[in-house]
């Protein structure tokens, strides 16, 4: 799960001094082993994901069981789309959001609420645009169902300190069962969302059907890659 310095560079084709001044100067988590920086897979997707930095997603593959993993398009059928949510705070909208996932048995919504809460506070989940993915800081390990993506628009746009100083209207909120799924899941994510069409769909916003009909055929363009 730990990235050498040097393999991120070659990765993302950048020089060392580019990896390393993402660590020391601009926030990209990491931890010292031998005298030399590793970086987490998971922290480096929630890192670029939320400065818009393109990051190949070969770097976060998860072997041969990848083709098992859930697709976003799956995800979301099962986490569903939702519109006007209310609410005028970070806590009031994720509380609304929260209210409406399917969660596992014996996964409690407060304690879920409480996470997702605790990773805001240690920085935005925001991306810019309008658009945040609440996300737990790790994923919630062992939990029983699948792993679910729920889109949510907003009734009032609401300040999550994002780093274009725009308010969030569009939230999705990803609860994954494992490491592995939430990985897959968060890559993939960050790819549909490079892409501007989709983007101007959701700020229509576009019905659940468009909305599920542009994420399938921009998935299929991942498979033909």
């Given at each position: 799960?730990?990235?050498?310095?040097?393999?991120?560079?070659?990765a993302a084709g950048v020089d060392e001094?580019?990896?390393?001044?993402?660590?020391?100067?601009?926030?990209?988590?990491?931890?010292?082993?031998?005298?030399?920086?590793?970086?987490?897979?998971?922290?480096?997707?929630?890192?670029?994901?939320?400065?818009?930095?393109?990051?190949?997603?070969?770097?976060?593959?998860?072997?041969?069981?990848?083709?098992?993993?859930?697709?976003?398009?799956?995800?979301?059928?099962?986490?569903?789309?939702?519109?006007?949510?209310?609410?005028?705070?970070?806590?009031?909208?994720?509380?609304?959001?929260?209210?409406?996932?399917?969660?596992?048995?014996?996964?409690?919504?407060?304690?879920?609420?409480?996470?997702?809460?605790?990773?805001?506070?240690?920085?935005?989940?925001?991306?810019?645009?309008?658009?945040?993915?609440p996300h737990v800081r790790n994923p919630?390990?062992?939990?029983?169902?699948?792993?679910?993506?729920?889109?949510?628009?907003?009734?009032?746009?609401i300040d999550f300190d994002a780093v274009?100083?725009?308010?969030?209207?569009?939230?999705?909120?990803?609860?994954?069962?494992?490491?592995?799924?939430?990985?897959?899941?968060?890559?993939?994510?960050?790819?549909?969302?490079?892409?501007?069409?989709?983007?101007?769909?959701?700020?229509?916003?576009?019905?659940?059907?468009?909305?599920?009909?542009?994420?399938?055929?921009?998935?299929?363009?991942?498979?033909?890659?």
């Amino acid at each position: 799960m730990f990235l050498k310095v040097t393999d991120l560079a070659a990765a993302a084709g950048v020089d060392e001094k580019t990896v390393l001044n993402w660590i020391k100067n601009d926030g990209l988590p990491a931890h010292k082993q031998d005298d030399r920086y590793r970086v987490n897979r998971v922290d480096l997707l929630e890192w670029a994901t939320n400065r818009g930095i393109s990051i190949p997603s070969e770097l976060f593959a998860v072997g041969t069981e990848a083709s098992r993993l859930s697709s976003v398009s799956e995800a979301l059928e099962l986490g569903g789309i939702f519109y006007d949510l209310p609410g005028d705070t970070p806590e009031s909208a994720l509380r609304e959001v929260v209210s409406r996932l399917e969660l596992p048995p014996g996964l409690d919504p407060e304690f879920l609420l409480q996470t997702l809460l605790a990773r805001e506070a240690l920085g935005s989940t925001a991306l810019g645009n309008g658009i945040a993915i609440p996300h737990v800081r790790n994923p919630i390990v062992g939990a029983a169902g699948g792993a679910a993506i729920s889109l949510c628009f907003l009734r009032n746009p609401i300040d999550f300190d994002a780093v274009d100083g725009k308010p969030v209207t569009i939230l999705f909120t990803l609860v994954t069962p494992n490491v592995k799924a939430h990985l897959h899941l968060l890559a993939k994510l960050a790819f549909l969302l490079h892409d501007q069409q989709f983007q101007e769909l959701l700020h229509r916003p576009g019905s659940e059907a468009e909305i599920m009909s542009a994420i399938r055929a921009l998935e299929e363009t991942i498979i033909r890659r």
